[in-house]
């Protein structure tokens, strides 16, 4: 008996020991908050499709543009709009499966995919994470005032490049009337112009027919999510 106690002592505290070993590969390792990019600036959130359980829940992962046009990889937004991020982006690459290569009816110009992006006004709230081995940088989205936070859409190839002229002083927003002339251009600018407008068709929480004009006139058409 007294074998036996000991025996089952022992599988008791190898149990205990295991199960302490996996909450604590489980479990991440934080480092205190910090701010990433300028007061002034704004930073932008590009999801990448892919998910990560978090916190309970479920997160979009992706890259931040900072103001300054660095990058950083492996970004978790965690916290407000999460769940619109995920659902704007599956439907945006849906509506790219279904579109991309198919020929816009106004200019003759293929579609071209579109991606959706998230700016933030102001420095950004990250933690930085350890799960698993995998360094993240969780985005503490509920610390962002949500006037401070808009979503998005555009050309794939051009989703820097938006940033960067939200970024330039002097770009400015305008929304394009039905009969305006760059749904004509035989042109990124043209197709992504009548192409943001269609999705909208497609996706209500879309909102396509927008411009950003910078100072030295190029303009980048996009949509609002």
Request: hydrophobic content about 40%; charged content about 10%.
């Given at each position: ?12 505290a190898i149990v205990v020991v ?12 934080r480092t205190p908050v910090q ?191």
């Amino acid at each position: 008996m007294g074998a036996l106690k000991y025996a089952v002592v022992g599988a008791v505290a190898i149990v205990v020991v295991v199960t302490a070993l996996v909450l604590l590969l489980q479990t991440p390792h934080r480092t205190p908050v910090q701010y990433f990019g300028s007061s002034s600036g704004y930073e932008a959130f590009v999801p990448n499709g892919q998910t990560i359980d978090y916190n309970g829940h479920t997160d979009p992962t992706g890259t931040l543009i900072l103001s300054n046009g660095t990058t950083i990889q492996n970004v978790v937004w965690d916290g407000q709009y999460a769940s619109t991020i995920i659902n704007n982006h599956n439907q945006i690459v849906q509506l790219n499966s279904q579109f991309v290569g198919q020929t816009d009816p106004i200019n003759d110009q293929p579609y071209v995919p579109l991606q959706d992006l998230y700016v933030i006004k102001g420095p950004v709230p990250i933690e930085q994470v350890t799960i698993n081995g995998q360094t993240y940088y969780v985005i503490d989205a509920n610390n962002i005032n949500p006037a401070d936070i808009a979503g998005f859409y555009t050309y794939q190839g051009w989703v820097s490049n938006f940033v960067a002229a939200m970024n330039t002083p002097g770009t400015y927003a305008a929304a394009l009337p039905g009969n305006s002339p760059v749904y004509d251009w035989a042109n990124i600018t043209g197709t992504i112009a009548y192409q943001t407008m269609l999705y909208e068709h497609y996706y209500p929480y879309l909102n396509g027919g927008y411009v950003l004009v910078l100072p030295n006139k190029t303009i980048i058409s996009y949509g609002k999510t």
